[in-house]
Nanobody, 110 residues
Framework: AQLVESGGDWVQPGGSLTLSCASS????????MGWYRQAPGKEREEVAT???????KYAAFAKGRFTISRDGVKRTVSLQMNNLQTDDTAVYYC?????WGQGTQVTVSS
């Protein structure tokens, strides 16, 4: 599937953003959909995933601040991010079992 992310932007600390990932194929051809991020000089890390059954997992840093959701009809997966901090600055990627999107840049700074 082709995955296309959008919604990345610059935001001040404490701000919010919603990222969206549009898939060219049904979301349910993969056992999961997820968001990952890579900050400069760091390895890519998992942010949140949602399984076929709807089971959701969050990284510790995302719990309580980020919310992953999906719309099977629109074939989109979203990541609502609240109370963003400078450490959240990264390129955010959408991923399923086989494919990665090109990423969308999130910059948190004052």
């Amino acid at each position: 599937a082709q995955l296309v992310e959008s919604g990345g932007d610059w935001v001040q600390p404490g701000g919010s953003l919603t990222l969206s990932c549009a898939s060219s194929e049904s979301l349910f051809t993969s056992p999961f959909m997820g968001w990952y991020r890579q900050a400069p000089g760091k390895e890519r890390e998992e942010v949140a995933t949602i399984s076929l059954s709807g089971m959701i997992k969050y990284a510790a840093f995302a719990k309580g601040r980020f919310t992953i959701s999906r719309d099977g009809v629109k074939r989109t997966v979203s990541l609502q991010m609240n109370n963003l901090q400078t450490d959240d600055t990264a390129v955010y990627y959408c991923h399923n079992r086989d494919d990665w999107g090109q990423g969308t840049q999130v910059t948190v700074s004052s």
